[in-house]
């Protein structure tokens, strides 16, 4: 989506191997990336750290439309800023492996995980949601989690409309976000995870 300050990548489905590299051939592009999208239900743990790794080195601005549950979440957390749509759904759980079971590694993984968070500031309130929800379960977070993280209610990307007057004196209303091609943004629409 093109935006009067550059561009947003909308990503929607779940995160799959190769989408870290798709969205840095976005980034390597003309215009300035000035964030994500978000609406998804997690997918590849590792796939989605480096996103979210990525997001906190480009210091990029991270809004979610929909659901952002498993690793989209460590997307959102590691924003610059971050912003939801009214209603969020986002939610955290522990690690699982491959299988979809928590064994020794995940445990460990979800250790390492609530403690990489620690250090990033989400707040403890969300690192115990995360670690205590079981890997086939999920916990949404509430509004105080949200505010404490310092989100707001609001999409970030939408201008806000300016009044104008045409000839015959009726208000107008232009907005700057437009839409680009379906190409713009990572899309997959299989069935959800979780």
Known sequence: MQTCSG???????????????????HIRGNDPILGFDLSSDGGVLEEGLRIADLT??????????GECNSVCADIFFAAAKRYYAPNPKIGVHAVSNYRDIEDTGSRLLTIKLARLWAKQGVPNSVIGKMVTTRAEAITYLDRADLAAMDASERNPFVSKPEKSSDAAGAPQQSNCATQLNSSSGVTHDPPPLR
Request: proline letters at 0%.
């Open 7 to 25: 561009v947003v990548l909308r990503l929607r489905g779940d995160i799959r191997e190769g989408d870290f590299s798709q969205l840095t051939s």
């Open 56 to 65: 906190r080195r480009k210091k990029l601005v991270v809004y979610v439309a």
